[in-house]
């Protein structure tokens, strides 16, 4: 068993990395999402828009909206939102395999560093973009898609080289942990300074973030390095607890073929696929959509629905960093194995959210409660960090980049398909909310029909839960090619 060496070193290098790693995610997924949030100010509301649905419940603040809420600068229909939000994910998809075949055969610094950089002078180019047309927004949507769509296979080819295997699970969340700040960075403060006149409005979020996004890559490639046997002032020792006393595997993925065969007929794989992608469905349908059924179902305001958005995703990230340390110390200490802690972590992220977010339709009229069944589900999120999250490693390290490419590029394909669900069902039931209840008992129908049509799609709004892709993934963890074994 590997043991942790006493490191000299004020901070040790693979720690900078992932602490760089943890802020580049953060900006990736603010620059993602803080849209999600502003696009409630954005869009002007008219008419009967100008008003929550009715849902036969007696919220004492509803339609208490601001000026600023209400004054949009934009005049666009549930579709047009939908469109928007959806456009940065037809680029996500496009460079996911190829840039993890690149970080895995010539490193990950520059693919990261640079889809982040372009990403957030896109960001600043936004309200500009949104002024000039929707669908120049959706360009620039579709462009920032790109940018990014390389950098999430770039860090999971750099954590295979920097990760000592005693510690994988810890630093992977560590820098994944990134993703779900970013989430909270961008639901609480992108509301908060969309309803202020002071800072200007929406537009501030994007100039913000832009600007320190900019600031983060100038900072990733003065201090990163590919690789540690590439940076200058490791320590020896820490180089040897990194490599396993040996740094031949260090930058050898290029050199070995990949097994084609052994990855595209591999049961292992095409489960870890579909529990990747029934996971992010949920996932992206809560992060793109909640913001709008907390606005237009649950009556909240703009500072009130950024602080309610970005609430869980905090608990979230303090959840991912404890259970990544648990799933360690459990590891080190052989108490379970690897599959049984990858088993367990998925297992929960996946009932968890289910069960609590059907729990959200047995209470229409209960606000908080409401409210708190959602913070439950998604901080039950944060235990596929240790799940699934981490077996691209735990299969392949020579080739993680690229199988979190072929799985990240179908998984992210629901990015796609759930606001464009979401703003078809809402569109065409728009009909029904001069009825008392009507939209409420359309949304708890769709609900039900989720349950009977699809067996895995538990959870109200359009939301799904990787039930079977869980149980599936579970059968096969232990069946990993030979081939996939050659290149630990």
Known sequence: MQTIPNVTDIVAARYVFAVAGFF??????V??????????AMVRLTGDKNRTADTGCNFDDVGNASTRELMGDFDWDEQTKSAVLSSFFYGYILLQFPGGR???????????????????????????????HYTALMLVR?????????CFPAMQAMLAQWVPKAE??????????????????????????????LLGGWPSAFYLFGFTGCAWCILWFMMIHNRPVEHPKISHGELMFITGGSVIMQGSAGLIPIPWKAILTSPAVWSLAATQWAHTYGAYTLMTELPNYLKNILGFGLTQNGILNGAPYLALSVLSLIIGWTSDLVRQRNIVTVTTVRKICDSVSAFGPALCLIAVTMAPCERMLAVLWFWMAISLISF???????????????????LFGITNCIGNTTGIIAPQVVGYLTETHEWAMDVPTASLETYREQQSR????????????AHSSPLP???????YTNQVSAAFRHSR
Request: charged content about 10%; glycine content about 10%; proline content about 2%.
């Open 450 to 461: 989720s349950l009977r049509c699809c067996n895995w799609s538990t959870v109200s709004y």
């Open 469 to 475: 892709a869980t149980v599936a993934y579970n059968a």
């Open 142 to 150: 579709f462009l920032m898609g790109v940018a990014g769509s390389c």
């Open 384 to 402: 596929a960090n240790s799940g699934f999250n981490c077996t691209h490693v735990d299969m392949a390290p020579a080739f993680a980049g690229t």
């Open 31 to 40: 620059q993602r999402l803080n849209l999600s949030v502003a696009i409630v």
């Open 24 to 29: 580049g995610l953060m900006h990736l997924y």
């Open 102 to 132: 690149l970080a895995d055969r010539y490193g990950g610094k520059h693919l990261m560093g640079s889809g982040i950089l372009v990403s957030s002078v896109l960001t600043m180019l936004t309200p500009a973009a949104a002024r000039l």
């Open 168 to 197: 994988r699970t810890i630093i992977s969340n560590i820098v994944f942990t990134g993703s779900f700040t970013g989430t909270v960075v961008a639901m609480t403060s992108t509301g908060v300074m969309s309803d202020s006149e």
